[in-house]
């Protein structure tokens, strides 16, 4: 009795505490869910850079611009199946923005896009604030048979109020409708129609004696509990049904006679054009030191073009590293990816035009830990990333490493 009394105050408490959460505030979000995605793919598949957000704070109807490029690295994890067909997503809790439109190399996403592998793909995606409140949003990529691959995001804060949004549109035929509301009585109302259907069903074989229902069919007669009357109601209800639809088909067709059918196609979109590189870089070996959470490699650079080069970023999983020996080069807070820290680069002099030169590169920082980066937690011990160099007038060379292998350091003598 004891042990009955105690199992149901514990699903008492269990169902408040569920009600408290599900009762409780909704306006704000404080997490993604970047982190739950595994370190290869978000390393290896797509990296994000030049991201940029219009701004951080808005008024409900307001515009928010995001624009950046992406690369498909040019070793896909084996792990990972790769189709190529994308849609450029926009992520924010709920529907708080409404898209205007996204573009990849300018052409309007009204279809998936067949992408390359390796190529490199400036995107643009508009949006509009509609409801107020603190928001993460944030741009990704949706890869058939890949998931939803992640970029840079931010939090923005929207004034004002919802009432009176809008969002007009004109139609194929010139009629301007609000979006906002439209078709939204006949919906609730077909709703409500196959709602009652649906209670009507399950009322009418839920409502007889279920355990006496059970006896007979545990005694092997279950054949014995649908008798005539209930085939020929179950007739009816099927009838009924069917006669419904074409009802709501006629209506429909007599309402509406000009529809197309929603289209189903893809679309081919070629990459840029590939930018001028000044080098060739390729890493020769990589360490990951547990204990200092530091990844470390040695970088072999030949700068193939007539000024001297130094290696200013390295940019993986929305997380930055700066070379910031560079002048000039410091973090921004106004980026949206997340700042891994310093990168040391040995020797720190520029490789000089036509030299081959080994950089040692390490980078020490929390965030391989905090991002959930730490390689050696997965059987495909590898990273990926892009190498960002520059020469004096600026001038960037994008180097893509996608399939280094690395080998942990523990800090203790393993047994």
Same mark, same amino acid.
């Given at each position: 009795?004891?042990?009955?009394?105690?199992?149901?105050?514990?699903?008492?408490?269990?169902?408040?505490?569920?009600?408290?959460?599900?009762?409780?505030?909704?306006?704000?979000?404080?997490?993604?869910?970047?982190?739950?995605?595994?370190?290869?793919?978000?390393?290896?598949?797509?990296?994000?850079?030049?991201?940029?957000?219009?701004?951080?704070? #808005?008024?409900?109807?307001?515009?928010?611009?995001?624009?950046?490029?992406?690369?498909?690295?040019?070793?896909?994890?084996?792990?990972?199946?790769?189709?190529?067909?994308?849609?450029?997503?926009?992520?924010?809790?709920?529907?708080?923005?409404?898209? $205007?439109?996204?573009?990849?190399?300018?052409?309007?996403?009204?279809?998936?896009?067949?992408?390359?592998?390796?190529?490199?793909?400036?995107?643009?995606?508009?949006?509009?604030? &509609?409801?107020?409140?603190?928001?993460?949003?944030?741009?990704?990529?949706?890869?058939?048979?890949?998931?939803?691959?992640?970029?840079?995001?931010?939090?923005?804060?929207?004034?004002?109020?919802?009432?009176?949004?809008?969002?007009?549109?004109?139609?194929?035929?010139?009629?301007? $409708?609000?979006?906002?509301?439209?078709?939204?009585?006949?919906?609730?109302?077909?709703?409500?129609?196959?709602?009652?259907?649906?209670?009507?069903?399950?009322?009418?074989?839920?409502?007889?004696?279920?355990?006496? &229902?059970?006896?007979?069919?545990?005694?092997?007669?279950?054949?014995?509990?649908?008798?005539?009357?209930?085939?020929?109601?179950?007739?009816?209800?099927?009838?009924?049904?069917?006669?419904?639809?074409?009802?709501?088909? $006629?209506?429909?067709?007599?309402?509406?006679?000009?529809?197309?059918?929603?289209?189903?196609?893809?679309?081919?979109?070629?990459?840029?054009?590939?930018?001028?590189?000044?080098?060739?870089?390729? $890493?020769?070996?990589?360490?990951?030191?547990?204990?200092?959470?530091?990844?470390?490699?040695?970088?072999?650079?030949?700068?193939?073009?007539?000024?001297?080069?130094?290696?200013?970023?390295?940019?993986?999983?929305?997380?930055?590293?700066?070379?910031?020996?560079?002048?000039?080069?410091?973090?921004?807070?106004?980026?949206?990816?997340?700042?891994?820290? !310093?990168?040391?680069?040995?020797?720190?002099?520029?490789?000089?035009?036509?030299?081959?030169?080994?950089?040692?590169?390490?980078?020490?920082?929390?965030?391989?830990?905090?991002?959930?980066?730490?390689?050696?937690?997965?059987?495909?011990?590898?990273?990926?990333?892009?190498?960002?160099?520059?020469?004096?007038?600026?001038?960037?060379?994008?180097? !893509?490493?996608?399939?280094?292998?690395?080998?942990?350091? #523990?800090?203790?003598?393993?047994?």
């Amino acid at each position: 009795m004891r042990k009955r009394v105690m199992r149901m105050m514990g699903r008492a408490g269990a169902l408040a505490l569920l009600g408290m959460i599900l009762a409780g505030p909704t306006n704000r979000l404080w997490a993604l869910g970047e982190k739950s995605q595994e370190a290869f793919l978000r390393m290896r598949t797509v990296i994000f850079y030049d991201t940029q957000f219009s701004g951080r704070k #808005f008024k409900v109807g307001d515009e928010m611009t995001v624009t950046g490029k992406f690369q498909l690295l040019p070793i896909w994890p084996k792990e990972i199946a790769f189709t190529g067909i994308s849609w450029l997503n926009f992520f924010v809790p709920g529907p708080q923005f409404l898209r $205007v439109g996204s573009w990849i190399n300018g052409r309007f996403m009204s279809c998936s896009q067949l992408l390359e592998l390796g190529g490199t793909y400036e995107y643009k995606t508009i949006t509009r604030a &509609r409801y107020p409140g603190h928001w993460p949003v944030g741009v990704m990529l949706s890869m058939k048979d890949a998931g939803p691959l992640i970029g840079p995001s931010i939090y923005v804060d929207v004034d004002g109020s919802h009432e009176g949004f809008t969002n007009p549109i004109k139609t194929l035929l010139g009629n301007t $409708v609000n979006l906002e509301d439209y078709g939204e009585s006949r919906m609730l109302m077909w709703t409500l129609v196959t709602t009652l259907i649906g209670i009507a069903w399950l009322g009418f074989w839920l409502g007889r004696p279920f355990t006496t &229902r059970l006896g007979v069919v545990a005694a092997g007669r279950a054949k014995e509990l649908i008798s005539g009357a209930d085939k020929t109601v179950a007739v009816i209800f099927a009838l009924g049904t069917i006669g419904l639809i074409v009802v709501a088909n $006629v209506m429909t067709a007599s309402q509406f006679p000009h529809t197309i059918p929603i289209q189903e196609t893809i679309i081919r979109n070629e990459p840029l054009p590939p930018e001028p590189s000044r080098v060739e870089a390729k $890493v020769l070996d990589a360490t990951y030191d547990v204990p200092s959470r530091t990844l470390a490699f040695r970088l072999e650079v030949h700068n193939t073009g007539d000024r001297p080069l130094v290696l200013k970023e390295f940019t993986t999983a929305n997380v930055r590293f700066l070379n910031e020996q560079v002048p000039g080069n410091a973090w921004n807070p106004d980026f949206p990816e997340v700042y891994g820290g !310093a990168m040391k680069i040995t020797p720190s002099e520029p490789v000089a035009p036509g030299e081959t030169k080994v950089l040692e590169v390490v980078m020490a920082s929390a965030e391989w830990e905090n991002q959930r980066l730490t390689m050696y937690h997965e059987t495909t011990n590898r990273f990926g990333g892009l190498l960002f160099f520059s020469d004096p007038t600026g001038a960037r060379s994008i180097i !893509a490493v996608a399939d280094q292998l690395v080998i942990p350091k #523990f800090g203790v003598t393993q047994m």
